[in-house]
């Protein structure tokens, strides 16, 4: 296996193309699903799982692991799974769930929860279950556009700068209760199917952008709609297959419906959960029909290539600070794309990005919220949505702007480097 390492310093940023894989032959594959609900005094309204995927071609292996929890990282996962299971590389997938468990009756999206550990135990797991697991397995995917579930959450007003939906002025009440569609916006669900030779499937790989956060501010355990539309296309194909969760670029992009938020654990008022449910079971519906219409290619050989880069940048307020933005640009079968990204991509870049692969006579998918190393860079805005304002685009700590176009420039060059069209 050839691996490629070579550094190139720019004055804004430091690009570091890292590690080229590229294998051809016969496809195994393991899933697994493990509860990662720590001990806590919080109640508990529905569980939160970790639901893995391991690929292998010629023994090199790649592990995707969705977990519902707002951002998880873990240099620790990566070493150990390298180590006891001969991953290549491990990605994990957060859902961005904002009802995940509490800390200190707080959201927190930190990544040194006092739950680290054991989730990190969690993730080994079932990591190590879909190896021990593995099967001969084909792999194809499909698309489906359907009614939107969400909306813009940057809403451009009167003035021409755009503030969050959960501000309200003159024009625009609080959250958007009237359900206005606002866009930009992706209406497309994607799906990975992953079948045994005889074509039965065993797992599926949804990615849809939306934030996970139907029920904020519930002060109660819970997956929000990406555990309950996992679950119902489980239920679906009679939980003889697991159901992966992958968001995209839905940094953005909030839920149509939405649950009243809590004052805190005391409140009173109870969260209703039915715009939760509705959102879930709408997504199930989608998926589990374009699953069933996914055909799967005759042969089962397989073609897996991916290049592994790490793109560095600085804040875009505070000079000082700096992300360094691992990625991950896959072809699969030389026809299904996949741009990796850790942070929560805006949703212009999978437009973007799938108009290019539209293009390229590809089945392209961006997966957002992936982690792959490096540092977690928070919210990546387009640079109009940076020019515009408001909450993740211009305010906070957010990574220089341009970042996102440069990272979707980079995966573009690894996507046409992997097809051989791009010349060294």
């Known amino acids: 296996m050839k691996r490629l390492f070579n550094y190139l310093f720019i004055t804004i940023y430091i690009l570091s193309s890292n590690t080229s894989y590229a294998d051809t032959g016969k496809l195994l594959a393991g899933t697994s699903k493990i509860n990662i609900t720590p001990l806590t005094n919080q109640p508990i309204h529905d569980s939160v799982y970790a639901r893995s995927l391991v690929l292998d071609v010629s023994g090199q292996r790649i592990a995707f692991v969705s977990v519902d929890l707002p951002i998880f990282t873990s240099e620790r996962v990566e070493q150990i799974c390298k180590e006891k299971y001969h991953i290549s590389k491990v990605v994990l997938c957060s859902s961005h769930n904002h009802a995940a468990p509490l800390v200190d009756n707080k959201i927190t999206f930190a990544l040194n929860s006092p739950f680290q550990a054991f989730y990190e ?186 290049k592994i880069d790490s793109l560095h940048f600085i804040g875009r307020h505070d000079t000082k600070k700096e992300f360094n933005v691992h990625l991950i640009t896959m072809l699969i079968n030389k026809s299904i794309s996949l741009a990796i990204c850790p942070g929560e991509m805006f949703v212009q870049f999978q437009l973007d990005w799938k108009d290019k692969m539209k293009l390229a006579a590809a089945n392209g998918f961006l997966f957002g919220y992936c982690w792959s190393g490096g540092k977690w860079p928070g919210y990546i805005a387009d640079v109009r949505s940076a020019a515009l304002g408001g909450y993740g685009a211009d305010g906070g700590n957010v990574i220089q702007v341009g970042a996102g176009e440069t990272i979707m420039v980079k995966h573009l060059q690894n996507y046409y480097e992997l097809t051989g069209l791009m010349q060294p």
């Open 121 to 306: 135990d969690q993730v080994i797991k079932v990591v190590g279950d879909a190896v021990v697991h593995l099967f001969p397995a084909k792999i194809a995917a499909g698309k489906s556009t359907f009614p939107q579930l969400g909306f813009n959450r940057l809403i451009v007003r009167e003035d021409g700068r755009a503030k969050e939906s959960w501000i309200g002025d003159a024009h625009y009440r609080v959250e958007n209760p009237e359900r206005i569609p606002f866009g930009p916006v992706d209406p497309e669900v994607g799906v990975l199917k992953i079948t045994d030779l005889q074509d039965n499937p065993r797992a599926l790989m949804m990615n849809y952008a939306m934030h996970a956060d139907v029920v904020c501010f519930n002060y109660e355990v819970s997956a929000d709609y990406p555990g309950v539309a996992a679950r119902k296309v489980e239920e679906a194909f009679d939980n003889k297959l697991n159901c992966l969760f992958v968001n995209g670029g839905g940094g953005n992009i909030e839920s149509l419906m939405i649950s009243p938020r809590r004052s805190g654990p005391t409140d009173p008022v109870k969260t209703d959960y039915a715009p939760m449910e509705r959102t879930g079971e709408l997504l199930a519906w989608e998926v589990s029909r374009l699953a069933r219409n996914i055909v799967m290619p005759a042969d089962a050989q397989t073609d897996i290539k991916y």
